[in-house]
């Protein structure tokens, strides 16, 4: 009696701690997301639990008979194979299941690669090499993810330049300085982004001298409204020892223009033709406001403007 009340107690401790065991790791299976160690610990679970009661049952037969005893041995070695194989490492576990985790890590990579995270990608690569042992795959997924890394990058450095330059076509000087110095801190192992600043530059300097040349030819051949444009965008560009050379010449031109707008204020005046001589009035107030013509017209161009609403009225 005693023999078998041993015998009792000894399977049952020997199924809770088994039981135990299996719980303990199914629970881990489940927080890794290890579906190999989940399906382990169920199949361990089934079996303790569907085998204790009749281990129990042998036991209570056992203590007065041999063959019982060779029953309950038999059963305690298959239990303990199976924990056995229920504790495998996750080495071993991950042998068993390198055909798996190697279309995983296949995956995996295709995905970064898509997004174009070359770096997490590369990661992966030395993973599937290094850890599995797949050099020839990863070898051919670093040629693609090499390729792929140059084809985006040739394509992102193509579009960031073409918005350059249309900045430059643009006039847009301060912009293309800053966007050039943008594109040099995005795409530093670029060739093609060498010199982008010095581009912007002599764009800029060429620009320049076209204006002087356009400027002087106009003034030269008394296109003196042209000249007058000419000029003022050119004071956007010369600085004061550049813009001396040019004082005299500005000069004439301004005096030029002047007159000839004062000519064309009186011819519109005589003609009556009062929106044109509105037009040219509110002109010369602008453009030269200190000027003794300027100061005249301000006195008449109150009647002109009503005597030219009041042609559009009729």
Sequence with gaps: ?????????????????????????LLLGMRDGDSTRITLSTIGLIVFLGSAPIAVVLGARGSGGAAAETDVGELVRAIEQLAKEQVLSDDARRVLNRGRERELLRRAIEEDISAEDWDAAMVLVKELAERFGYRTDAENFRSRIETARYQTLERRVDEAIRGLDGMIVGRRWEDALSEAARISRLYPDSPRIEGLRHRVVQAQARYKQDLERRFLLASEQDRAEEALSLLKELDHYLTEPEAEPYREVAKGVIGKARENLGVQFKLAVQDRQWARAADVGDRIIAEFPNSRMAQEIREMIDGIRERAAGTVGS
Excluded: P
């Design 1 to 25: 009696m005693h023999a078998t009340t041993r015998t009792l107690w000894v399977i049952s401790l020997f199924y809770l701690v088994l039981i135990g065991a299996c719980v303990w790791s």
